[in-house]
């Protein structure tokens, strides 16, 4: 084990390049250039041995992801906003191949206007895709999540591509210290990459042709299935690793600090982290307030939701807008809900276009739902 | 049938997969077995591989998967393959 004291980029390099995968194609893109750089120094160096290809484009990136892990490769790419949404069409197509491709997306915002930073616009668009999403709210939990999420992609109850996010800048480009196991450990957790199907001249197969209805109802089916498999999967993949590296980040949800809190909050990536030191903040002065950090969005934690919603009133925290309704996580949190608890939610939008959220923020956002001030759904630090 | 080990658009090569594309034609093309040198310019060009090949180099058409292109006819040197309307089929 040693301990590596660099930038989110750099750690989810580290990982991805210890995972080893065959073919590793990418196409750079701001806040993600610097990962894929490291890549190639891991390249230039000899310490990645498998096949680095520089393509023209992301969308491009994603088709030779999906075509090497066609062809039975162990896959990793990454990505950033407008990159990710040039991929849109074949993160359609990695999901309903069954492509169990690995992919770090760089939270960044969606323009115009043209802007560097921070929300989560880009991956919440692509939550309909079928690729499994993580976020995550700090470099050591990058590291392990890029391990575990190759271990789940591949997984034979599952064979779906997985998105790992972390925030641009706050995450991609702060350093922090994070323990990287020895290889072996890595080795021995993800063992060989045992593809489920393949082009293969000796067992010839057609792929992608022409299907009816009958078949592709069950195709669509059959993902749901493996999305609901891996909900069932990730604490069990999650617990494994932490037998291992020492490290758990949380299953589906981080819970923290919500035995007896009689308000819960709901916040992903790094206002996740940050929403720690405003419950801190928050019971230090008496209120009886928990953080449920949502590490994965699809598939969906419905029963985890269900039972927080039994427990506590929630609050929400989006750093995404879906225009025309509200927070999507806030939808999907209510959703859940609906029949089962008479729990209160209240819905911020904070921080798009990387406007910072401080914890005093969250706390702000906090009292004043649990005061029963807020309305359902509140745009918060808007400066008119 | 054979099982897939994932649930994809994936399919393993097999006589017809699609069904007896015949039932597409419109022109159905007759071979004149006597005016046949047996140079199998028809078995080259076929696009559907519906000539079949005989053991003698005769050819026989495979009406299950001819869709009625008449790409034979055309190229048949000694005009030995004529494209018939098929019958409308009886209700």
């Not at chain 1, 004291?5 to 580290?14: E, L, Q, V, Y």
């Not at chain 1, 996580?329 to 959703?335: I, N, P, S, W």
């Not at chain 1, 859940?336 to 911020?348: I, N, P, Q, R, V």
């Amino acid at each position: 084990m040693t301990v590596m004291m660099d930038t989110g980029n750099r750690i989810a390099a580290k990982a991805a390049v210890m995972a080893k995968p065959e073919v590793v194609a990418a196409y750079p893109i701001t806040p993600q250039t610097t990962l894929v750089e490291a890549i190639a120094e891991y390249v230039a160096r000899g310490e990645y041995t498998g096949e680095y290809i520089c393509v023209e484009s992301e969308h491009s990136a994603m088709c030779a992801c999906i075509g090497a892990s066609a062809a039975g490769s162990r896959t990793f790419t990454a990505t950033s906003s407008h990159g990710l949404l040039l991929m849109h069409e074949m993160l359609h197509w990695a999901a309903l191949a069954r492509l169990p491709v690995v992919m770090c997306n760089i939270n960044r915002v969606i323009g115009p206007g043209w802007n560097i930073w921070v929300d989560e616009n880009d991956s919440i668009s692509q939550r309909d895709t079928g690729w499994i999403q993580f976020y995550c709210s700090s470099n050591q939990e990058i590291f392990d999540t890029v391990i575990q999420a190759f271990k789940l992609a591949e997984h034979e109850k599952v064979v779906l591509p997985v998105m790992v996010n972390l925030n641009a800048f706050i995450l991609s480009h702060t350093s922090m210290p994070a323990e990287i196991p020895d290889q072996h450990v890595v080795d021995e957790y993800l063992g060989k990459y045992v593809p489920k199907w393949k082009l293969d001249i000796d067992n010839p197969t057609t792929f992608g042709n022409i299907i009816g209805p009958v078949h592709y109802y069950k195709v669509r089916r059959a993902m749901q299935d493996a999305q609901l498999n891996a909900k069932k999967l990730i604490p069990q993949i999650a617990k494994e690793w932490s037998k291992l590296s020492g490290y758990f980040h949380g299953d589906l949800l981080e819970y923290y600090k919500c035995d007896g809190a009689e308000h819960i909050l709901l916040s992903m990536g790094a206002i996740g982290a940050e929403s720690k030191i405003a419950i801190d903040e928050l019971q230090k002065a008496g209120q009886k307030i928990g953080l449920a950090r949502v590490r994965v969005i699809r598939p969906f934690p419905t029963e985890e939701i269900i039972k927080l919603g039994k427990q506590a009133d929630l609050v929400v925290i989006d750093r995404n807008i879906s225009v025309g309704l509200e927070g999507a996580l806030f939808t999907e949190v209510k959703a859940a809900l609906y029949g089962e608890s008479d729990a209160k939610a209240t819905g911020f939008i904070a921080g798009l276009g990387g406007k910072d959220v401080t914890y005093k923020d969250i706390e702000t956002m906090c009292r004043k739902s649990m005061k029963g001030k807020a309305k359902e759904q509140e745009w918060y630090g808007v400066e008119e | 049938m054979k099982k897939y080990p994932v649930e994809t658009s994936l399919s393993y090569p097999k006589l017809g997969a699609m069904g007896k594309t015949g039932s597409w034609r419109v022109f159905k093309p007759i071979l004149d077995k006597k005016k046949c040198v047996k140079c199998l310019r028809c078995w080259i060009f076929c696009p559907e591989g519906s000539i079949r090949r005989e053991k003698d180099d005769s050819v026989n058409i495979d009406y299950d998967f001819c869709k009625g292109c008449g790409v034979c006819a055309n190229e048949c040197n000694v005009k030995a393959i004529i494209m018939e309307r098929e019958e409308a089929k009886k209700k």
